[in-house]
C-alpha cells in the first residue's frame, strides 16, 4: 500500500508525526507507509494453524475464477478456501472474546476481594446498581449487607466464565424473541471461557470443517462476549466504582502540561489507573513533585483506560490508540503507565529517544526494555504511589526536546445507559420513552453506534468524523465507545453545541431540548455492552418492534484493526444490528464465507455485516438501514416532509 499522503486529520497528530520525522524517531505511522499489508493474510486466506504449512490459497487476482481453479484452491490437508477464512474469521472473534472475558474475569476478582474486604483502598459505590443487579440475577436481599450480597454476586458471576452447561444468565436481558431466535440457532453460549476454547478446538487442523457450523460458533463465542464477558465487566465495573454520570473534561496532546509531571494512563483494566487517579491527589505525592521542580502531577489517559477514569472522574484524554507514541514525542511524558491490550511495542523504542519511563504494570503484559511495576490490589494505594513516585523521580530528567501541541478539544462524556435514561424522562420517570417517541414522530431518525479503533491503514480520525457528522446532519442520534468516541471529541462533537453546528433539525431540536450532545460517549469499548442495554430498552419501552432487529439502529467501526472489534462486531450482528466495518474486510478470499456474513446472517439473525471504506457509503449504507427498519415499523411517513428548493425541483422534473 503506498503512503497516504494525509495522515491524520487531527493538527496535534500531524505536528507530533513531523516533529517524529524531523527527530528520526520511528512510529506506527510511518512504519504503515513503508511494509505492505499482506494480501494474502487481509482476505483470511493463509492458513497456518498446522506445520505443514502456511498455506496460501489466494484468490486469483484481476480475473473471475473458474470452477476449476476454486477446485485447487486447497491447503496441503485439503482444507478448502471456505474454511480456511471461517477458521480465521472465528479465531479472531475468540481471541477478542477472552481478551474481553480475561478483563471481565478480572474485575469479578477484584470486585469478589474488595467484597470480601480484602482489597484495601477500594469500595462499592454505587450500592443501588448492586441490588439491582442482584436482582437480576435473582440473589436474595431481604435484611443482609451490601457485603453479604456483593460476595453472592461475584460468586455467581465469576461462575458465569467457566460454566459448562446452561445459558449465560445476562441472555435473559435481552427482548424474549432474541433470545429465541437464539436458542432456535444453538447459539446461546453456556459459560464464556467454554466458548473460546470450544472456538480453538473447532479451528485446530482437521477439526470442524464445515464453513458454515464453524460460523454458527463464531456467533456463539462472540455472544459470550457482548452478553456474558464485556457486559459483566461494566457492569461489576459500574459497581465499584460508580455508574458514569455526565462529566466534562478535556482531550487531545494539548492536555499535557510542560511544567507539571505527565502520567499517561494506558490499556484497558481500571483498577489501577482508579487508583493513581485518586493517589496523584495526595498532598505528600504533590509536595515530592514540586520538590523535584514540577508544579504538580498531571494525569492523562489513553485509549480505553483513558475512557474509564474520563468517564468516573473526568480525567484528561491524551489521545487514542495511533497517538499513543506521539505522546511520548512531546517529550513531556514522565511515566506511560499501561496495563493490558492495544498498547504497542513501539513504545518503548520511541521511548528511548526522550527520557519516558514505560511502566508495565500487569503480570499478563510485559514489554521488553519496559519496567515492571505489578499492580496489588490487596496493596494498592502502595502501587499507585510507588508508580507515580517513578514518574516523579523522572521529571529532572527532561530533555530539551519538549513540544507539546497546543490543541485541546471540550468534551461531555459519562453517558451510560442509566443516564441517558434519566436524562431522557427525568429522575423520577427515568425512562426511553421520549427517545422513541422522538423516533416515531421522526425528529430522529434512528441511532448508531459508532465505535473501536483507529487504524494506520486509514487516514487517521478522518473516517470516524466524516461518517458521524454525516450520521448526525441526517437526524441519526450516534452513540460511541473507545477510540471512535475520542475521535469524534476531538472534532469538537461531544458538546451540546454541536447539536445546532451539525445536526439536522429534528435531532438537534431534541438535543436542545435535553442538553445532550448529538453524540454520546458511552465509555470503553467493554462498555459496548451499554450499547446493548439502551437498545434493549428501547424494544422493551415499546412502538419500535419487539426484537432488536427491528430497531432503526445500525452499527459502524470504520477505521477498525483488533481482533476484539470483530468480536465486538460479531455479537452486535448475533444480535440482530446491521453492521458496517471500514478500512479491509478479512474473508473476502473466501465468497461464500463473505456471502453468509453479508446476506445469509440476516435471515436468520436479522442483522448483517457490511465492508465500505468510505465514510460517506457507509452512512448511505446506516441510513438506508434505519429507512428501511422505519418503513416496516410503519413509522417512515412520521418523518417531516423535505421542503423542495427551486434547484431540487428541476432536478427531480428532468427525471
Ligand atoms: O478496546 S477501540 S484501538 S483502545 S480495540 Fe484498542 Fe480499538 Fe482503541 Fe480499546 Ni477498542
Redesign the pocket.
Known amino acids: 500500500m503506498a503512503e497516504k499522503e494525509i495522515k491524520s486529520i487531527d493538527p496535534a497528530t500531524v505536528e507530533m508525526i513531523e516533529k517524529a520525522a524531523s527527530e528520526g524517531v520511528s512510529i506506527a505511522f510511518e512504519r504503515a507507509g513503508k511494509m505492505t499489508a499482506c494480501p494474502i493474510g487481509a482476505e483470511g486466506s493463509c492458513c497456518s494453524i498446522c506445520a505443514m504449512g502456511p498455506c496460501r490459497v489466494p484468490l486469483p487476482r484481476g480475473k473471475e475464477e473458474t470452477p476449476e481453479e476454486k477446485k485447487k484452491r486447497r491447503g496441503v490437508c485439503g482444507a478448502t478456501a471456505e474454511t480456511i477464512a471461517a477458521r480465521n474469521f472465528v479465531r479472531k472473534i475468540a481471541a477478542g472474546t477472552a481478551s474481553h472475558g480475561d478483563h471481565g474475569r478480572e474485575v469479578a476478582k477484584v470486585f469478589l476481594e474488595v467484597a470480601r474486604g480484602e482489597a484495601p483502598g477500594f469500595e462499592i459505590k454505587d450500592e443501588q446498581k448492586l441490588l439491582q443487579l442482584a436482582l437480576d440475577l435473582g440473589v436474595n436481599i431481604g435484611n443482609r449487607s451490601n457485603k453479604e450480597i456483593a460476595i453472592d454476586v461475584g460468586e455467581i458471576l465469576m461462575k458465569e466464565f467457566g460454566k459448562q452447561e446452561g445459558e449465560l444468565l445476562m441472555l435473559k436481558r435481552a427482548p424474549i424473541k432474541r433470545q429465541e431466535i437464539w436458542r432456535k440457532l444453538g447459539v446461546a453460549p453456556r459459560g464464556v471461557d467454554r466458548e473460546v476454547a470450544e472456538a480453538m478446538h473447532r479451528t485446530h487442523m482437521g477439526c470442524d470443517q464445515d464453513y458454515q457450523d464453524l460460523l454458527l460458533h463464531g456467533a456463539r463465542a462472540a455472544l459470550a462476549d457482548g452478553w456474558g464477558g464485556s457486559m459483566i465487566a461494566t457492569e461489576l465495573q459500574d459497581i465499584l466504582f460508580g455508574t458514569p454520570s455526565p462529566v466534562a473534561s478535556q482531550i487531545n496532546l494539548g492536555v499535557l502540561k510542560e511544567d507539571e509531571v505527565n502520567i499517561i494512563i494506558h490499556g484497558?483494566e481500571p483498577y489501577m489507573a482508579e487508583m493513581i487517579a485518586v493517589v496523584a491527589q495526595d498532598p505528600e505525592l504533590i509536595a515530592y513533585a514540586k520538590s523535584k521542580g514540577a508544579k504538580g502531577i498531571n494525569l492523562a489517559g489513553m485509549?480505553?483506560t483513558a475512557?474509564e477514569i474520563l468517564m468516573r472522574h473526568g480525567v484528561p484524554i491524551a489521545g487514542?490508540?495511533l497517538q499513543q507514541e506521539l505522546a511520548i514525542v512531546t517529550g513531556a511524558v514522565e511515566a506511560m503507565v499501561v496495563d493490558v491490550?492495544?498498547i504497542m511495542q513501539g513504545l518503548v523504542e520511541v521511548a528511548r529517544c526522550y527520557h519516558t519511563k514505560v511502566i508495565t504494570t500487569d503480570r499478563r503484559a510485559k514489554i521488553e526494555g519496559a519496567t515492571h511495576i505489578e499492580f496489588d490490589e490487596h496493596k494498592a494505594v502502595e502501587s499507585a504511589k510507588a508508580v507515580i513516585r517513578a514518574a516523579i523521580d523522572n521529571f529532572p530528567n527532561r530533555g530539551d526536546k519538549v513540544r507539546i501541541p497546543s490543541y485541546k478539544t471540550d468534551i461531555i462524556a459519562g453517558f451510560s445507559h442509566e443516564t441517558i435514561n434519566y436524562l431522557l424522562g427525568g429522575l423520577f420517570r427515568a425512562s426511553y420513552r421520549p427517545l422513541n417517541d422522538n423516533i416515531i414522530n421522526g425528529r430522529i431518525r434512528g441511532v448508531a453506534g459508532v465505535?473501536?479503533?483507529?487504524n494506520a491503514r486509514v487516514t487517521h480520525d478522518d473516517v470516524h468524523v466524516t461518517l458521524v457528522k454525516e450520521l448526525i446532519k441526517n437526524d441519526v442520534l450516534v452513540v460511541e465507545?473507545?477510540?471512535?468516541a475520542m475521535a469524534c471529541g476531538k472534532a469538537g462533537l461531544l458538546v451540546p453545541e454541536a447539536a445546532a453546528q451539525y445536526a439536522g433539525a429534528g435531532l438537534a431540536s431534541v438535543c436542545e431540548a435535553v442538553g445532550i450532545p448529538p453524540v454520546l460517549h458511552l465509555g470503553?469499548?467493554?462498555d459496548n455492552s451499554r450499547i446493548l442495554m439502551a437498545a434493549t430498552a428501547m424494544v422493551k419501552d415499546g412502538g419500535l418492534g419487539d426484537d432488536l432487529s427491528d430497531l432503526p439502529v445500525a452499527g459502524a467501526a470504520p477505521e477498525?484493526?483488533?481482533e476484539?472489534?470483530i468480536a465486538i462486531g460479531q455479537y452486535f450482528v448475533s444480535s440482530g444490528v446491521f453492521t458496517v466495518f471500514g478500512v479491509t474486510w478479512p474473508t473476502t478470499g473466501s465468497k461464500a464465507v463473505t456471502d453468509y456474513l453479508f446476506k445469509d446472517m440476516e435471515s436468520m439473525y436479522g442483522g448483517m455485516w457490511a465492508f465500505e471504506p468510505d465514510p460517506m457509503k457507509i452512512a448511505k449504507l446506516m441510513i438506508d438501514h434505519i429507512d428501511k427498519k422505519r418503513k416496516a415499523l410503519g413509522i417512515d411517513k412520521a418523518r417531516e416532509r423535505v421542503l423542495y428548493d427551486m434547484a431540487m425541483r428541476r432536478e427531480l422534473e428532468s427525471v
Do not use: L
Not at 465505535?451 to 483507529?454: A, H
Not at 465507545?481 to 471512535?484: H, Q, V
Open positions: 484497558h485509549c480505553c475512557n487514542n490508540f491490550q492495544c465505535v473501536g479503533c483507529s465507545t473507545g477510540c471512535a470503553a469499548c467493554i477498525w484493526m483488533s476484539k472489534a
